[in-house]
């Protein structure tokens, strides 16, 4: 089967760290793009980060900038996205997503990723 499969979700205090992995399997997609988004309870899915298929260009929503990296390894088909001084505007779920196109930028567009993770749950306590 072809998908793609969160972890590292969980419990963090405010002001602290995170770190998700995505990790692919049936399929490798080391010349698509890739990205994370994530669903807070009550709001729409939002974009958080993307990465080209190479790793050396990334995009990110204005609210993660300079707290939230992007990376992929794509010898082990991983994507990470590290999240620092995790804040109350953070907590929903976070899924990772494959982008349809071979080669291209990263995306914001939901519609642009074609695999789509289950997602898992960052919660920040205080």
């Known amino acids: 089967q072809v998908q793609l499969v969160e972890s590292g979700g969980g419990l963090a205090q405010a002001g602290g760290s995170l770190r998700l992995s995505c990790a692919a399997s049936?399929?490798?997609?080391?010349?698509?793009?890739m990205g994370w988004f994530r669903q807070p309870p009550g709001k729409d899915r939002e974009f958080v980060a993307a990465?080209?298929?190479?790793?050396?260009?990334?995009v990110y929503v204005d609210s993660v900038k300079g707290r939230f990296t992007i990376s992929r390894d794509n010898a082990k088909n991983t994507l990470t996205l590290q999240m620092n001084t995790l804040n109350p505007e953070d907590p929903a779920v976070y899924y990772c997503?494959?982008?349809?196109?071979?080669?291209?930028?990263?995306?914001?567009?939901?519609?642009?990723?074609?695999?789509w993770g289950q997602g898992t749950q960052v919660t920040v306590s205080s």
């Open positions: 997503a494959a982008d349809s196109l071979v080669g291209g930028p990263p995306q914001r567009r939901p519609g642009a990723y074609e695999i």
């Open positions: 049936g399929r490798t997609f080391t010349r698509n793009s």
């Open positions: 990465v080209s298929w190479s790793g050396d260009s990334t």
